[in-house]
């Protein structure tokens, strides 16, 4: 079953989650959302880190697309250099 509440925009842009949102969704201080807006409406997604093993899996298949495609560590390194430098 869906929680439906009401909430307000304060004059500096927040919004209040309803406390039965956050208990039922198990939301914290400090979570993290994605905000997508179209239209009439607002959609926050809560970002929820990989666990380890997920981590690990998404690291090795990065390593074997970047090999496949012929990367080495210095583009890498090139890479992060010209995306802070922007």
Do not use: C, H, Y
């Amino acid at each position: 079953m869906q929680a439906v509440a009401t909430t307000r925009m304060s004059s500096k842009g927040q919004v209040v989650i309803p406390e039965e949102v956050r208990k039922r969704l198990g939301l914290g201080t400090g979570a993290e959302f994605v905000v997508v807006a179209d239209r009439n409406f607002v959609v926050f997604k809560r970002l929820t880190p990989p666990a380890a093993e997920e981590f690990a899996t998404l690291l090795t298949d990065a390593r074997q697309q970047a090999q496949q495609a012929g990367m080495k560590r210095a583009d890498v390194a090139k890479a992060i250099r010209a995306v802070r430098n922007r």
